[in-house]
């Protein structure tokens, strides 16, 4: 994914904190994460219980014996095991089981291999040690969903920015250009990162209107760096309104409305932004049927949502996992499953 000589270029100290600042607002929201625990066992006994927050666990009643027993049953005791301890996550290893994982992975690994083929290979490796029961997690929402390959990845990347291509984010306040970014991907990955400080030379005197002073960041991209495959642009409020709003429709309405413009913007966005805005509709007709007294799940709507829910899943998700050669709809889905149908 990123080229062995890839170059950052066109930031000041300022341009660096402006940019963190986009992504992390000074009032935004603390984490939910109420961290995890881990747990290491060997021979039936239980040697050490790892809380992420609050430290080392002392193994007691259950916990301080491994027994051999049933997956389910397992799951269940770990679900126990994290509300006790306000975690939202169980992973218990068998001792030895990292230094297999070291072991597997030296063995597979070559010289050629990039950080995305190294990634995948771990998370390969870690699936097989699950597999074999040495390594145990709790929730299991991606149980079923295959391991992505390198051409897998690759295919996704191509889909949002092929090679010879750039993304750029440009982030405007008080109708100037606050900062920006531009990442280019070469021949062997992406071998640019780029910020504002020699764009803004060469965009000149804006208008004071960020709408129209686009067109002129989109321009000076394209003639500095690269073809644009992917322009996201905005006001550093509504950046960070989006940020903190993770509603249905949020970004569909945003970019319907013109509060970011999305300039050139690729297929695979559009479709997420398609499934975003369907989201949005499905919301607010499901929360103003009670005050019209039309039952949601009546027959009128029943024929309508079976029909979109045929289509989605015959079509979107479809040809959605022919581009991508794996769906993301389905990650999605079991990403959001509920905890207790693991």
Known sequence: ????????????????????????????????????????????????????RRGRLEREGEWATWPDEPEAERATRFAALAKAHQASWVIATEVGALDELMERFGARAKRTDDIVAQSL??????RELMNEGRIEGWPRRLKNVPVPTASMVTRALDSICKEGHAIALGVFES?????????RRGPRGFDMIAGPDELRSAIGLLSGEWRRDVRHVVSAVEDKYAPLALGC???????????RNGSA?????????????????PLAIGVALGIDGARYAFDTLRSLSPAMAIPFSGAIFEPAIAALRKRAANVTDKDIAAVLGFSPLAILRALRKPERED
């Open 121 to 126: 290979s771990i998370v390969g490796i870690v």
């Open 175 to 183: 109708g100037d250009l606050w900062t920006s970014l531009v990442v």
């Open 1 to 52: 994914m990123l080229a062995p000589d890839i170059r950052l270029e066109g930031f000041t100290a300022e341009d660096w904190s402006r940019l963190a600042h986009v992504f992390k607002p000074e009032d935004a929201r603390p984490s939910e994460s109420l961290g995890g625990i881990f747990v290491v066992h060997a021979g039936g006994v239980v040697r050490k219980m790892l809380h992420t």
């Open 249 to 265: 429709g949020a970004w569909s309405r945003a970019v319907a409305v013109r509060d970011v413009v999305l300039s050139p913007m």
């Open 233 to 243: 642009f905005g006001e550093l409020g509504t950046l960070h309104e989006l940020q």
